[in-house]
């Protein structure tokens, strides 16, 4: 067999209530004194701020906040956020938020190295960095996936996604508080959901890096994802639904991060940075799209998770009539989620077309190294067509 060398973090809470009960227990497990709270303005207009900070200062930890955090966050915001932390020598970073507000936390955590900007660390090896303790909790229903690798930069003059992959950057604590989740609306509910379902779907189906570990966690977590999707959003306070929703989404980020996803993020990449469409929405968009594209080299795989999640309605079918079934079922979890799945709704425009998929081609080629299947300029342009 293959070696395999697999990273996680080393502590995950997965308990309702817990960011109120146990952050401040955890600050002092790490002897943390001076936190900063890093997230953003919508994070802290619900309350969630409040109960985090009001848990660490009853543990006797100082508090500071940095809610300026913005979807695609530029650098000089992350450069602001460390600048306050390294202003009061803080020795926790808290993450809690989505993705932007996490990815600016791990990379605020390096903050006692020597460097000037973020910039000088961007593409360069920081495994011999010092790490600030990080306890992160995403509140974007199931984004537990931010416990692994990826912090993510955007350079928007570029348009471009940056990641950074080291374990040095891994949050120490990963909180998966569902209650912190219950205030989320409809749409973000649904996005997430589903981009989690493409993490889950694209470490199982990955061309290069797939593996039996990431396999067991990519296959567990779609079964939880998948079984649960339609009770959170009709039922948004079902607590013990989006618990399993957090927690499968958390299995499918240590998933995808040890096997990489593929051609769906390559494909939603240029979306989100040039259009600013939600990543979970943009990878919701072009899913099915490229799943069918790849049914030449990926149906066994696909009908494998199409009857995990589906056993009743695949029994006695073929792989290529399972796969496809299990497509046609993500179309309908998107087209009855309210969000919107045309690129016009979204106004994006077929002019709009050819850029994105030169974007995709001559920036996001590992992606498709990835994929299940190769993708020729041409190809990556009919899947946008299709929903154009």
Not at 165 to 172: G, H, M, N, S, V
Not at 266 to 291: D, E, R, T
Request: proline share 4%; aromatic share 6%.
């Amino acid at each position: 067999m293959t070696g395999i060398e697999f990273y996680t973090n080393g502590h995950i809470v997965s308990e309702a209530d817990s960011m109120r009960q146990k952050l401040g227990v955890l600050a002092k497990q790490h002897s943390a004194t001076s936190a900063i709270i890093i997230t953003d303005a919508g994070i802290s207009e619900l309350g969630y701020v409040d109960i985090a900070q009001q848990s660490l200062q009853e543990a006797g930890v100082n508090v500071v906040v940095f809610d300026n955090v913005v979807p695609d966050p530029p650098i000089e915001i992350v450069e602001s956020a460390i600048e306050l932390a390294r202003d009061n020598q803080c020795d926790l970073i808290i993450g809690l938020g989505g993705g932007s507000s996490i990815d600016t936390a791990k990379i605020v955590a390096l903050y006692p190295n020597d460097f000037q900007s973020v910039n000088d660390i961007l593409d360069k090896d920081i495994s011999g960095f010092k790490k600030t303790t990080t306890i992160c909790h995403t509140d974007h229903c199931w984004y537990g996936r931010r416990v692994y690798l990826c912090l993510r930069d955007y350079r928007k003059k570029m348009a471009v996604k940056k990641a950074i992959y080291t374990p040095k950057i891994l949050p120490d604590v990963a909180i998966l508080d569902a209650t912190l989740t219950l205030k989320l609306p409809r749409h973000i509910t649904a996005a997430t959901a589903l981009d989690a379902m493409v993490h889950c779907i694209e470490a199982y189906t990955s061309r290069t890096k797939k593996n039996p570990i990431s396999d067991a966690l990519a296959l567990k977590g779609l079964q939880m994802l998948w079984n649960n999707f339609e009770k959170v959003l009709n039922k948004g306070n079902d607590i013990d639904a989006r618990a399993d929703m957090l927690l499968g989404s958390t299995l499918a980020g240590i998933a995808f991060v040890n096997a990489s996803v593929a051609a769906v993020h390559g494909l939603s990449y240029p979306l989100s940075i040039n259009f600013h469409i939600p990543h979970g929405h943009a990878n919701a968009l072009v899913m099915c799209g490229v799943f069918t594209f790849n049914l030449s080299e990926a149906a066994p795989l696909y009908a494998e998770l199409a009857r995990a999640v589906m056993p009743t309605q695949t029994a006695g079918m073929t792989d290529l009539d399972a796969a496809t079934s299990f497509i046609s079922q993500l179309k309908m979890f998107l087209e009855n989620s309210g969000l919107k799945y045309r690129l016009s709704e979204l106004d994006i425009t077929k002019n709009d077309i050819p850029a994105l998929a030169g974007i995709v081609i001559n920036t996001y080629a590992r992606l498709i190294a990835t994929n299940p299947k190769d993708m020729t300029l041409e190809e990556v342009t009919a899947i946008y067509e299709e929903i154009a």
